[in-house]
Nanobody
Framework: QVQLVESGGGSVQAGGSLRLSCAAFGYTYSIFCMGWFRQAPGKEREGVAVIDSDGSTTYADSVKGRFTISQDNAKNTLYLQMNSLKPEDTAMYYC???????????????????WGKGTQVAVSS
């Protein structure tokens, strides 16, 4: 069993920065993919960025050049550095993880079954 706990959300003005963290507990040796998804009110959950255990990353087009995903394997912690934030980045941000599935680390929420409870990010104009 793996538990994921997010932190670092908050309120910021457009153009500002936030760094999200996700601590993984339990049988973390089984994890191959970790990532961040987000969900705004009335919208579907969408992929933001994912990273595999070798450090390969994939980003949504909407965040490329602004967000950076990284991980500290020694601390079993995932990060999301968010710069140049926009009001449209406002959402609940969820950390996710999964074992190796044979198809890399997709940005599709239905491919993941381990989720944290989320951390809220609010960006004002």
């Amino acid at each position: 069993q793996v538990q994921l706990v997010e932190s670092g959300g908050g309120s910021v003005q457009a153009g500002g920065s936030l760094r999200l963290s996700c601590a993984a507990f339990g049988y973390t040796y089984s994890i191959f993919c970790m990532g961040w998804f987000r969900q705004a009110p009335g919208k579907e959950r969408e992929g933001v960025a994912v990273i595999d255990s070798d450090g390969s990353t994939t980003y949504a087009d909407s965040v490329k050049g602004r967000f950076t995903i990284s991980q500290d394997n020694a601390k079993n912690t995932l990060y999301l550095q968010m710069n140049s934030l926009k009001p449209e980045d406002t959402a609940m941000y969820y950390c996710t993880a999964r074992p190796y599935g044979g198809d890399g680390c997709p940005l599709r929420s239905y491919e993941y079954y381990l989720w944290g409870k989320g951390t809220q990010v609010a960006v004002s104009s």
